[in-house]
């Protein structure tokens, strides 16, 4: 047996994989820039650290706390972690920042900072399960295990929750094992729309519209879980 082409071979050695998907992983990636370089390197990830992140609020706390001072308005910021985001899905808060001291807390008022970029952003966290990203208009801090990727581009927000990004991720995994998830998240090759192209900007519009219907119809489911 004669191997020509070493990008068919594992990382680890001489051990073969499917030509099938050596070839489309090439096709991926070729000639497409990272995400990185897509968003201009500004990824961000999530503000908040494992160990202050316990110390925010949950929401069973928050509902004590109301109960106790009924007559106090506490202002509460919601934080996201990855568990809180689902493909299109509509952010729902995990656990609450207070904005000042409330009775039944600490004395002194947590400390965390604020996103770095306080308009639309996109919310991405990737598992087992592959990437799941959906969009924030505005308010959220974000939690540990999630990157924050400026602007309201919802065709990039196609491309990351895509099968064939998920497919990818999983690749890479193999190739590099010890490297964290969300690192090779920043890697993943991303297709570039020419606007110029006639066809490309009919695609664009079909994959922005389907979006934007996504984000609405699960917007709604959740307003409706809510009430109920």
């Known amino acids: 047996m004669c191997i020509r082409d070493r990008d068919i071979l594992g990382p680890g050695g001489w051990s073969l994989i499917d030509m099938r998907i050596a070839r489309l992983e090439r096709k991926i990636r070729s000639g497409r820039p990272s995400l990185a370089e897509y968003a201009m390197d500004r990824i961000y990830s999530g503000d908040l650290t494992e160990e202050n992140y316990a110390t925010l609020l949950s929401r069973r706390e928050v509902g004590i706390l109301q109960m106790r001072n009924p007559q106090k308005t506490i202002l509460l910021y919601p934080s996201v972690s990855r568990e809180s985001i689902s493909r299109y899905g509509a952010l729902r808060a995990d656990r609450f920042l207070p904005a000042e001291p409330v009775p039944g807390s600490s004395n002194q008022e947590t400390r965390v900072d604020c996103n770095p970029v306080a308009g639309p952003k996109l919310f991405v ?8 990203g959906t969009i924030d ?6 939690g540990p295990r999630v990157l924050v990727i400026p602007g309201d581009d919802l065709f990039l927000l196609a491309v ?4 064939i990004s998920s497919f990818y991720l999983n690749r890479l995994q193999s190739h590099h094992p010890d490297k964290d998830i969300l690192s090779l998240v920043r890697t993943m090759p991303i297709h570039v729309v020419d606007l110029g192209d006639h066809d490309e900007q009919i695609l664009y519009q079909r994959i922005v519209t389907a979006v934007i219907q996504m984000l609405s119809l699960n917007a709604v489911s959740y307003t ?4 109920h």
């Open 224 to 227: 409706h879980l809510r009430a």
């Open 125 to 132: 966290s990737a598992g087992q399960g592959g990437i799941c």
């Open 160 to 163: 990351l929750n895509s099968r």
């Open 137 to 142: 208009r505005g308010g959220f801090l974000a």
